[in-house]
């Protein structure tokens, strides 16, 4: 009997267990109270309790059911104990308490419906706190993420920062609102430790975020101050002068276009002190001090603006007739150029060229500087509403300054020139003719042309007339020059030119060639009256140049080759054979023909020729 109620109270101990566990689910039993108390948090892939289910199920398991069959077997059999042992003839037998409780059907239906009921309840608590991987799990994954370093050296605009404020602003409301704990059958779901590790990563974010906003009203409230401070400056100023006043007419002007701009400058840096406000951040005295600054800046701006375009209206007028006189008195100037082009040294044919083309350039450098003004001076017409300048006199004095500029240049040009054909050496060091005949007669034919323009506008003009003697006389000397200049001339030529004209010129020390001599040093020996023997000398030249050159590719094409030849008859004469041949033997004849009646000088080269005949 005693083991039996011993059987029996273990037995009761675990029908109670179960009863506690699933008191919940009684309506009987409203205010039923969990047992067990596990803390929720988040983890990389989900949510964790602890303890988990596992350490739930080993306490009541290994503890509290193994502790009750542990009670159980350790209550007393008094069938065996010494003073009962008189009674029996020997040992009494049965079986353990605890055989006797492992083995009963009804005690493992009871263990069996306890997991059950922890394992039920922790399902439904994990359903229970989808909530919270739903709602906070975002701002877990933010606080593991955030760089606070690497977020504020991120330029961002003020919509971005206020968007970040809000959401942090939001996520610390939700956290003040976070469900931290839920009754789940028998088991307790605590969030707090979860809330608590949210709550600084909001915190912290926030309060960082409205740092880098502060900073950036700080700054933006300075730039904006100093910018609206010195357009105050520019505007406070009072200018007398016409270029000075002109400037300030288009500072102005430019002033009021960014009227709107600094306005919203200013009204941007009010947004960031708003959202500081709004977010309760404390702003440094000495910042809102340059806050109310910058507030008074810009109605101190306004106002410059207003008596800005007071002034402007009060000294339009008087700086326009001083713009009327400016522009008067440039064109009176270009006036004055344009006459003093008619008079004195630029008129004047025996003027040094180079002396006039030097003031002209001058002049026209002048002439540029008066067109700069009046191009200012046009367009400060325009800012005052007022007729431009035609620019008529302007264009006159630069064609008449031009005009004599060309003209004296060429005169000034074709000089040095015809000086330069005459006077520096015709041979170079090798005995060649260092003159190029062919362009010599263009660069004539160019000034002759201009010349001959310039006569037929100015008719009058002395300097005109100048060019065209200028060339005219040397055109004289041309056909000497081209004589002179003949690259077929040898050294046999010049003696015998210099044999002609009775001239006697110095050989170089080494005895070949001639020391260096000019056109301008033969004209003394009346080059022109021995023309047309000099003539006959440099047709002679030429003739002989084209036979060598001749002579030249004959040698090239012969050059290798073997000729055939056989008896002609019985006349003791040979020929060529062949077809080709023929054409060859009329070459010789040609050749032989020209060498013996004008290529004495070329005689030293018939031997050659003849090996190959």
Known sequence: ??????????????????????????????????????????????????????????????????GIISIAQGAPRLLFMRAFAHLYGGKPSGLSTLNILRSMPHLTQLRAAINQTVIDDFTAARDAVRELDVGYRKIWDFGRSWDPDAYAAQPRSLSEIRRDLVLQRNWKASLDRMKTNM???????????????????????????????????????????????????????????????????????????????????????????????????KVPTADQVKHDDLTEALATFQLQLTEGKEFIADNKESQSTTLTANVSSVNEELRGVIDSLHTGKYVDASSDPDDVVSDLEAMLQHISGLGEALGLYNQYLGLFDAATDDLSTLMMAEKEANGRYQLWRSVRDFLEQSRAWTEEPILDDDGLVLLNVEAVRQEVEDYAAKAYKAAKANKDDQVVSRLKDVVDDFKELLPLVEELGNPALQERHWIEMFNIIGADIATNEDGTGFAPFSIRQLLQFDLLEQLDKLQVVGAAASKEAGLEKALAKMQSDWDGVSFRVVEYKDTGTFVIAGTDEVQVGATLVLVAVCLATVLSPLNTRLPGLSRHS
């Open 1 to 66: 009997l005693f083991v039996e109620g011993v059987i029996k109270s273990a037995v009761c101990s675990v029908e109670e267990l179960l009863a506690l566990l699933t008191a919940h689910k009684q309506q009987t039993d409203k205010q039923a109270k969990a047992l067990f108390q596990v803390f929720v948090s988040f983890e990389p892939k989900g949510l964790a309790f602890a303890p988990n289910e596992s350490a739930v199920l080993e306490e009541i398991n290994a503890n509290t059911l193994e």
């Open 183 to 281: 009754a789940v059958g028998c088991l307790q779901v605590d969030a707090k430790p979860l809330r608590a590790e949210l709550v600084p990563v909001t915190a912290a974010a926030l309060e960082r975020i409205k740092l880098l906003l502060l900073n950036m009203a700080r700054q933006a409230t300075l730039a904006v101050l100093d910018d609206i401070t010195a357009r105050i400056q520019m505007l406070a100023a009072r200018p007398t002068g016409l270029d000075e006043f002109v400037n300030y007419m288009v500072l102005h002007t430019a002033q009021l276009d960014d009227r709107k701009l600094l306005s919203s400058q200013v009204g941007q840096v009010d947004d960031m002190y708003e959202s500081l406000a709004a977010h309760e951040q």
